[in-house]
């Protein structure tokens, strides 16, 4: 029986993360996984195949609609080949799993294919391609998430479909109509508006990405409104029914009135729920709550004492990133070492167009919270920047501490704000002040220069373009 220091149990972003770190601190380390091919959701069916699409869609999307004001004129029809744009996001795909590959075999980590299920908190029992049973004295729980839905609903994966089945359609949809509107059935809306489906967003809150920062919710409505995407707000969906070339989707308003749906396709996007199938916990000590998560302690440690779970199976954002760090905090925590996470700066993403991103407290928590604060706020628009590209949607919003300064959130909508947040995290993480951020030099022109101008307006309200 091969034994091990570590053995890791999934192989997405933060299972693969945290089996190289251990790799790193000397640690002899095995990664289980039960698909061919590493890197989870997030690699195969989520983050990698979602953003292929939303920049092939997006490069369809400026041919047909804005190459000629840049001066570009084509000759011809533009066509859409859905299938070859799909082969393009496949290989991407493909790429990338073969690099998890390579990383495995770089850190002599040793891999098995098959379901890992515990005997005890020691032996692992995999069944699969690899049929065998190790023994690890730590092991770290990483299997991840799968998507939700609700209990009346019956996922056909034909006509009523999950994201995993939305990322490799064969064709573009009349209309969508997707059910949730946070992250998932915002970006892969947006790729199929941009294809030419017709789009209805249905959600049971009364705004899209209802957990980011309400100024967000508002902006990001009024651009997708623009692209002619329509949202039902409000919404508390009843039924849906598969009636053969279409779908019929049934919701009460906030006023109770019955509102009926149809399209071809109906996108179930509501939300993600933990995957913890075939571990077997219970004879390994392992407790899960009633939200089927795997109960931890702050250190990420389960009730068995040399078991610890990261990622989507514990409490938290569902983000690869969130993952990432708790993978490697874990990995160093086993080593011995005293890791930090800050939760409260974990970055959150939307990637349409334009990208919405956030870290830190939104304003309606500050005001929940009684935080007394300072709020600035500088529009796309007003950048040199952002006129050359034609981005000039979205805004950077500071909101800082009303009496010492330190920046307590930064949300932003805008081109690339996905990689703008990034200076909000490192500002956050080093506690600096708005000042501070207003005070550094940003290269012209740039889109990070709202940031500069939005930490301006939070300080004395002295941003000099508006």
Same mark, same amino acid.
């Given at each position: ?8 149990i ?14 790193q601190?000397?640690?002899?380390t ?13 690699? !195969? ?6 953003k292929?699409?939303l ?43 073969k ?15 098959? =379901? ?14 690899? !049929? ?27 006509r009523?479909i999950?994201s ?27 790729v ?33 409104k ?13 039924? =849906?029914? !598969? ?45 899960? !709550? ?8 702050k ?5 068995a ?18 993952? $990432? &760090? ?16 800050d939760?409260n ?14 870290v ?20 796309m ?14 805004? =950077?919003?500071i909101?800082?501490?009303?009496e010492?300064?330190?920046v ?9 704000a996905?990689?703008?947040?990034? $200076?909000?995290?490192?500002?956050? &993480? ?37």
């Amino acid at each position: 029986m091969s034994t091990y220091d570590v053995a890791v149990i999934g192989s997405g972003p933060g299972g693969y993360v945290a089996a190289i770190r251990c790799a790193q601190l000397g640690m002899k380390t095995a990664i289980i996984e039960k698909y061919s091919t590493k890197g989870g959701t997030c690699l !195969n069916v989520g983050c990698i195949p979602s953003k292929a699409l939303l920049d092939s869609s997006h490069h369809y999307e400026d041919a047909i609609k804005h190459f000629e004001e840049h001066g570009i004129e084509l000759t011809g029809d533009v066509k859409l080949n859905l299938e070859k744009m799909m082969e393009r996001k496949a290989s991407v795909v493909d790429q990338t799993t073969k690099g998890i590959d390579f990383l495995m075999d770089k850190n002599k980590i040793d891999t098995y294919e098959g =379901v890992g299920s515990f005997e005890d908190n020691t032996h692992i029992k995999i069944e699969g391609k690899d !049929n065998t049973t190790i023994e690890a004295k730590h092991t770290i729980i990483a299997t991840g998430s799968k998507p939700a839905s609700l209990p009346f609903i019956d996922i056909d994966k034909e006509r009523i479909i999950t994201s995993t089945e939305a990322l490799k359609l064969k064709e573009v949809p009349k209309h969508l109509v997707i059910i949730g509107g946070g992250v998932i059935g915002l970006e892969l809306g947006q790729v199929y508006k941009r294809l030419g489906a017709e789009v209805t967003v249905v959600e049971y809150m009364d705004r899209i990405i209802p957990t980011m920062d309400k100024a967000q919710s508002k902006e990001l409505t009024k651009v997708m409104k623009k692209q002619k995407v329509k949202f039902a707000v409000s919404h508390k969906v009843t039924s =849906v029914e !598969n009636t053969g070339d279409e779908v019929v989707i049934k919701a009460t308003d906030k006023k109770d009135k019955e509102i009926e749906f149809k399209g071809d396709y109906c996108l179930v996007s509501v939300g993600r729920r933990p995957f913890t199938k075939g571990l077997n916990t219970d004879a390994a000590g392992v407790k899960m !709550n009633d939200r089927g998560q795997i109960e931890v302690d702050k250190h990420l440690k389960t009730s068995a004492d040399n078991i610890y779970a990261i990622g989507d199976v514990v409490k938290g954002a569902m983000l690869a990133h969130k993952a $990432e &760090e708790e993978g490697v905090f874990v990995a160093e925590t086993i080593a011995g070492q005293k890791p930090h996470i800050d939760y409260n700066l974990i970055p959150g993403v939307v990637y349409t167009w334009p990208e919405v991103a956030s870290v830190g407290k939104t304003e309606e928590q500050l005001k929940e919270d009684k935080v007394e604060y300072k709020s600035g706020q500088f529009p796309m628009r007003a950048l040199g920047r952002s006129r050359a590209s034609g981005d000039t949607d979205g805004f =950077v919003k500071i909101l800082s501490d009303k009496e010492t300064d330190e920046v307590l959130g930064v949300h932003i909508v805008g081109a690339r704000a996905a990689d703008l947040i990034s $200076e909000a995290v490192t500002a956050m &993480e080093f506690r600096a002040s708005a000042e501070d951020i207003a005070r550094m030099s940003h290269a012209h022109p740039t889109y990070s220069e709202a940031v500069k101008e939005a930490a301006l307006a939070a300080t004395e309200d002295r941003a000099l373009h508006i």
